[in-house]
């Protein structure tokens, strides 16, 4: 049986997978890379670098080096790597190709010659030509172009029977479309679909790049920093790090820029370093995210259908992993959307997965770890009505993300003057924490003495082995403290157990009460009820004071909040008794 690859071929990153023993896998370089860059270079001494070599001398040579070629795919121009000869765009993709089938050989230890390549959905006649072209000129022949968002229903999707609508979000380096797709025991049907083939994660990056634009200029002048715009090396060097600082923004609340020696300053070299925060980034693009959001709606009245009837809807592309996307979409359609496969990989794996079936292979599920729960941490906000409470859940790693998995938020401190914080470790998915799990909780003191509202980082690193990493930052100073949870994910399966056979036996109880003469049942069942009302109403009438309390005073109320609800939940009446005396004295005093 003659092996055939998988091949996704894209603006920002490329890769090849093939099918082994039933399963997708993407096929590594020598350094255990997957991503491939679709950067094409000429070394000084005339050599043809690909990827990586050719990516990291952009920022020296940027005028011998060609990226993001796939945007110009089906059109007449023409590019030059530095020398006296111009390339097409087809020729270009294919060193890119010819590249990864030399992986896929090496890896194979086997000659390769057919392929499967994907292209975007909203691809044209004239630029799906031009990729098959470049294809033939790499010496593949290409069995077959199938739709980016068809590869990934097949990554996601080769273990159901069962006909399934998903709609397929895919967000590049520098294409998107948006599809509608049909699969039904192994044919997949593109229903309909919507995009815009020069729109991607590179305009997230220009935006960043204009962001350090607008800061040079407050530093060194309009007039200057219009003169270094000029020079391609400046350009590609802020360019570079406007990816890098997009990427970490994806997982981190900020980002710095730092590149040293960026020019003469008065005589003397200039080091740039500025930080983004993930806020500011977020406003910057979103204009970009609204675009898209119209676009599935397009494609669903296309498709005569409503977000209702969607199975499953799938997050495809790199610059997926910005949560903006997936937040906005939650809030819009109401949907949560699939992320479990590496966004960059699943297309190639989908490709990959095709070539299998045309070969004639047997191809499974794909498989892959990923956290059956949410891990997140509590904050003071506003949830169901109730202003200040301290129980909302704010989730951070999410439920289905991959893992090894790291993530981090940044949350702000509530009092003037606040020296310590405590912070609390849930898992779970209910919006209030009280309904989740606690796995862990630890203090950081020492805090600086500032006003309100000084930052935290608060960071959750999730290994393979369920071993979670806490650390709570104050992000001023570097103050850090930390926590290690074994066995998280373990760990609360067995909380849950508990809590669930708890639940049975309070049933049962519950069942064998109504049985009970009234003089055989609890004499306090009574009281403690009027107790957990009373409790219930102080709560929510030392809420609505919140504002009005003075900052002295404010902590300990809310700590004595804290009590009497973590008291009702956990039945502790006579610690419920407590705080309700020391609560009503404080109000008392207040009101007088």
Not at 291 to 303: D, R, Y
Request: with cysteine; hydrophobic share 35%; charged share 30%.
């Amino acid at each position: 049986m003659e092996t055939i690859i998988g091949i996704d071929l894209g603006t920002t990153n490329s890769e090849v997978a093939v099918v082994q023993e039933g399963q997708p896998v993407v096929i590594a370089d020598e350094h255990n890379q997957k991503i491939m860059p679709s950067f094409v270079s000429l070394s000084e001494d005339g050599q043809i670098l690909v990827g990586e070599p050719a990516r990291n001398q952009y920022a020296l040579y940027p005028e011998r080096t060609v990226k993001s070629i796939k945007r110009k795919m089906g059109t007449d121009e023409k590019v030059s790597l530095g020398d006296n000869t111009l390339y097409t765009p087809q020729e270009i993709s294919a060193i890119i190709l010819r590249a990864l089938k030399q992986r896929a050989e090496k890896f194979l230890g086997q000659e390769v010659r057919k392929a499967v390549i994907t292209v975007p959905a909203y691809f044209s006649d004239a630029q799906r030509q031009a990729t098959r072209d470049a294809g033939e000129i790499a010496g593949l022949e290409v069995v077959r172009i199938i739709n980016e968002p068809t590869a990934a229903s097949l990554a996601y999707e080769t273990g159901h029977k069962t006909e399934q609508k998903i709609l397929v979000y895919d967000l590049g380096g520098g294409t998107f479309d948006v599809s509608v797709v049909s699969i039904h025991a192994g044919l997949v049907e593109v229903l309909s679909s919507h995009g815009n083939n020069h729109l991607g994660g590179d305009d997230f990056d220009e935006k960043i790049y204009s962001f350090i634009i607008d800061h040079l200029k407050g530093e060194i002048g309009e007039a200057e920093v219009e003169r270094l715009r000029q020079e391609p090396r400046f350009h590609a060097r802020l360019l570079r790090s406007s990816e890098k600082a997009k990427r970490e923004l994806s997982d981190r609340p900020y980002a710095t820029v730092e590149e040293e020696y960026l020019m003469q300053k008065d005589g003397m070299p200039y080091h740039l370093s500025l930080e983004i925060s993930r806020t500011d980034y977020e406003e910057m693009i979103k204009p970009y995210i609204e675009e898209t959001l119209e676009a599935i709606h397009v494609a669903l009245k296309g498709a005569n259908l409503t977000p209702y009837q969607i199975n499953e809807f799938l997050l495809v592309g790199g610059a997926t992993r910005t949560p903006l996307i997936s937040r906005m979409i939650q809030e819009r359609l109401n949907i949560e959307p699939r992320q479990e496969l590496e966004p960059d990989l699943c297309v190639a794996m989908g490709a990959s997965v095709q070539a299998g079936m045309i070969a004639g292979e047997e191809v499974s599920a794909v498989l892959v770890d990923i956290t059956p729960y949410t891990f997140g941490t509590s904050y003071v906000g506003e949830l169901d009505g109730i202003p200040f409470y301290s129980m909302c859940y704010a989730p951070i790693i999410k439920k289905n993300t991959p893992i090894p998995a790291s993530k981090s938020e940044v949350f702000y401190t509530m009092h003037d003057r606040q020296k310590a914080v405590e912070v609390k470790v849930y898992q779970g998915e209910d919006p209030d924490a009280a309904r989740n799990v606690m796995i862990g909780k630890f203090m950081v003191e020492g805090l600086s003495t500032v006003p309100a509202g000084n930052e935290i980082v608060f960071q959750l690193d999730l290994d393979l082995d369920g071993i979670l990493k806490v650390s709570a930052t104050e992000k001023r100073t570097g103050l850090k403290k930390n926590i290690v949870i074994e066995n998280a994910v373990s760990q609360f399966e067995t909380v849950e157990k508990e809590k669930a056979r708890e639940r049975i036996d309070q049933l049962f109880r519950s069942e064998e009460a109504e049985f009970m003469t009234p003089s055989e049942r609890p004499a306090q069942t009574k009281e403690v009820r009027e107790k957990i009302v009373q409790g219930r109403a102080l709560v929510e009438k030392a809420e609505k004071m919140l504002p009005q309390i003075p900052e002295e005073d404010k902590e300990e109320v809310i700590n004595l909040i804290e009590e009497i609800r973590d008291s009702i939940q956990e039945s502790d009446y006579d610690t419920l008794s407590t705080c309700i005396e020391d609560l009503s004295e404080i109000l008392f005093y207040l009101e007088g």
